[in-house]
């Protein structure tokens, strides 16, 4: 898993690139980009993926899971 602080200044808005969606492809690739928050992940490489773990791990520690992506297939 990455440290975005160290990468790039602070800011509140890099999160809203998540908000409302299923992020896991630009969480695995520790992308801020738009185009990557959406849910396909499989065809990730295995570094990727474990990356992608790795935040599901961080979140389910500290959050309570309260819902789901609607129409998500890769449960």
């Known amino acids: 898993m990455s440290d975005w602080s ?3 200044p ?6 809203a690139v998540f908000a409302g969606k299923d ?9 801020l980009k738009a185009e990557d928050c959406r849910p396909e992940w499989e065809d990730l490489k295995d570094e990727h993926k474990k990356v992608l773990h790795d935040w599901y ?12 992506v609607q129409g998500a297939s890769n449960l």
Do not use: P, W
């Open 6 to 8: 160290s990468e790039k």
């Open 10 to 15: 602070r800011d509140a808005n890099h999160s």
């Open 23 to 31: 992020a896991s492809r630009a969480l695995a690739q520790s992308s």
């Open 57 to 68: 791990t961080f979140f389910s520690k500290r959050y309570n899971i309260v819902g789901k």
